[in-house]
């Protein structure tokens, strides 16, 4: 059960080029979310999906963009990356509300410069 | 709006003792699911512990446990036996349940150094 996948792990843009982070779980999950780590600093929601066909913004969600392709696959692109958007991105997915039902993925490493 | 306290940025503690990382936290919402998450330097965030608004007994989880004080609304998780491998960042998160997005606000975390 490989649960939730983030690709790719580690990546490095030049500041204007554009990348998409790919996110899929195999979960049957409806809810999905996109998330930013900087240093020293907790996670902050940028977009989440709570089900397929629907996004929203969260905490964080200026020079993103997201897309559910269906119920799998949730991902977040960077159109112009610049390099305040360098940072470590997880995508987690959740199933119901109460308990541990929130799974997170690896975290990927992009690096703006 | 849900917000998530953490106040020790940093905290050491001996091998084998028990150690105290701090969380409160604030919502509106009646129903909510607090967690922790321990994130070691590899990066990966690990589940460690959940407790429900509404559960009347602190979750205990091997050596996790949560105290969690309603009133107070804080959430403190408590290591027993403290192991050279529980050194990490450790988060505390909450989840509301009937309002918003139902998604985790994140406090700021606490680095947690185990000396031999």
């Known amino acids: 059960n490989a649960g939730v996948t983030q690709t790719p792990k580690f990546q490095v843009l030049k500041t204007g080029q554009s990348m998409t982070l790919q996110c899929a779980q195999d979960m049957n999950h409806n809810s999905m979310y996109w998330y930013r780590q900087d240093p020293g600093m907790g996670l902050r929601l940028i977009y989440y999906s709570a089900s397929e066909g629907t996004t929203d913004k969260g905490e964080v969600p200026n020079g993103y963009n997201v897309s559910r392709l269906n119920k799998r696959e949730f991902s977040l692109r960077l159109e112009s990356a610049a390099p305040s958007q360098t940072s470590v991105y997880f995508c987690?997915?959740?199933?119901?509300?109460?308990?541990?039902?929130?799974?997170f993925g690896e975290g990927s490493w992009l690096t703006v410069v | 709006a849900q917000k998530i306290t953490q106040t020790q940025p940093g905290m050491f503690v001996q091998e084998k003792e028990a150690v105290t990382l701090d969380c409160t936290y604030d919502t509106s919402d009646q129903s909510y699911g607090l967690f922790w998450y321990k994130q070691p330097s590899s990066g990966e965030m690990i589940f460690l512990i959940y407790q429900g608004s509404y559960d009347e007994q602190n979750a205990t989880e091997g050596r996790y446990s949560l105290n969690f004080q309603k009133a107070r609304k804080s959430a403190n998780l408590v290591i027993s036996a403290s192991q050279l491998g529980d050194s990490a960042m450790y988060f505390c998160?909450?989840?509301?349940?009937?309002?918003?997005?139902?998604?985790?606000?994140f406090g700021s975390g606490t680095r947690l150094q185990v000396q031999p």
């Open positions: 987690a997915s959740a199933q119901g509300l109460s308990g541990n039902t929130i799974y």
């Open positions: 998160a909450m989840r509301e349940q009937n309002t918003g997005r139902r998604a985790l606000t």
